[in-house]
């Protein structure tokens, strides 16, 4: 069976991050659990209809998540792989779906939590296949499964290590000649998954992937993460469980996590409430960039990519990269090419040979590429 990837992406408020940079650093993990604003209405707080629909800021009082922890922590020895098959897929049940993307964002992108019953663990950096129902109309038969990239902790959203949450942008086709959207090439998964309500039950298989798995041995280690629209996915798990909860991850880290995301306006930045939140929280352990393709211009006074936005930072990142930095690649495919000419040409001025310079990285671990 053909196994596509669907998760629909494209590429500051740099005065708001350094107010928040301002902020005294917050005591950690000793308040009472809060609330995520809901997406949709930033100035409205979620409702939850269920607990397991809340997006928990901080751990309960006296919590610590620590319970789906190998031994080591960091051995990745026996993580959770395949546990689930397309001839015999978990069915789990969507507890929320709440589009995340404000008005006059270029498309429709939503945060979609199941209900596992922790009967579907995984890790951070992993994905989940999805069996949309119906068939195929061109051959008739049953739709493929869509690899989704994990967007939440191990431990779920609610902390629980029951549920997991995906992010993704509803794939639409403008036909010109109509003049209006055709239905008939609209993406079946992210449709089916944008239009979920609560309850709903959803045929699942994974967690698969290894590539994007976080290294944990060496808590100084700098991660640094590059992603288009909802190739942001595995990244909110990555932070989520260095900074939001009490992890033994998290309690001994000591590294940068460095989060560069591009889309195409303000409206269509992803969880941005939650990234303020951790930069405030941990000024010296994360940074976040942002590249407005419609609202920012680059160095030679074009529209700001992602790689443009990567590449002001380009000594830093090299030498970062030199001392063991990780640094990852989600999103679209189409956003490799823009970075892999960036990167060359920075090697070209450094006077390094670009191929040798990868093919290093790539041998250490260090270089983590998940496009679709």
């Not at 779906?97 to 498309?107: L, N, S, W």
């Not at 902790?153 to 997991?164: F, K």
């Not at 590294?255 to 992803?270: E, Y």
């Not at 590449?311 to 490799?336: N, P, Q, S, T, V």
Request: charged share 25%; hydrophobic share 35%.
């Amino acid at each position: 069976m053909t196994m596509m990837r669907v998760s629909i992406t494209i590429a500051v408020l740099q005065s708001h991050a350094l107010a928040l940079s301002l902020y005294p650093t917050a005591a950690r993990r000793t308040s009472s659990p809060r609330i995520s604003m809901d997406y949709s209405n930033p100035t409205i707080g979620l409702r939850a209809s269920s607990p397991a629909s809340a997006i928990l800021t901080e751990p309960p009082l006296g919590t610590k998540q620590n319970f789906l922890e190998a031994s080591p922590f960091w051995d990745q020895s026996n993580i959770p792989l395949n546990t689930y098959k397309n001839k015999a897929p978990f069915t789990a049940k969507v507890v929320s779906c709440k589009r995340i993307v404000g008005p006059e964002a270029t498309g429709e992108t939503c945060h979609i939590i199941f209900d596992h019953r922790g009967k579907m663990p995984y890790w951070e950096g992993q994905s989940y296949g999805v069996l949309p129902p119906g068939v195929n109309q061109k051959n008739g038969k049953p739709h493929t499964v869509r690899l989704y990239s994990i967007a939440s902790s191990r431990y779920g959203d609610d902390m629980t290590g029951q549920t997991a949450s995906l992010c993704v942008r509803r794939a639409t086709y403008w036909d010109p000649d109509m003049g209006r959207e055709d239905p008939a090439k609209k993406g079946v998964c992210s449709n089916y998954l944008c239009d979920a309500s609560p309850g709903l039950e959803v045929k699942m298989t994974g967690p698969s992937g290894k590539v994007m798995l976080l290294p944990e041995e060496d808590p100084k280690t700098d991660y640094i993460m590059v992603a288009t629209g909802t190739g942001i996915a595995p990244y909110r798990g990555f932070i989520r469980r260095l900074f939001v909860e009490s992890t033994p991850a998290g309690d001994v880290y000591k590294g940068l996590a460095w989060l560069f995301l591009g889309v195409a306006n303000s409206d269509a930045l992803l969880y941005d409430d939650e990234w303020q939140q951790v930069l405030a929280n941990y000024p010296d352990n994360f940074r976040v960039d942002y590249a407005l393709s419609r609202e920012q211009t680059n160095s030679k006074g074009g529209k700001m990519y992602i790689q443009d936005k990567v590449e002001e930072y380009a000594d830093e990142i090299f030498d970062r990269l030199e001392k063991g930095a990780h640094m990852y690649f989600c999103g679209l495919k189409g956003m490799m090419p823009g970075i892999q000419d960036m990167l060359r040409s920075v090697c070209a001025k450094k006077g390094l040979d670009y191929d040798e310079f990868i093919g290093k990285l790539k041998k250490a671990g260090q270089w983590h590429v998940e496009v679709y």
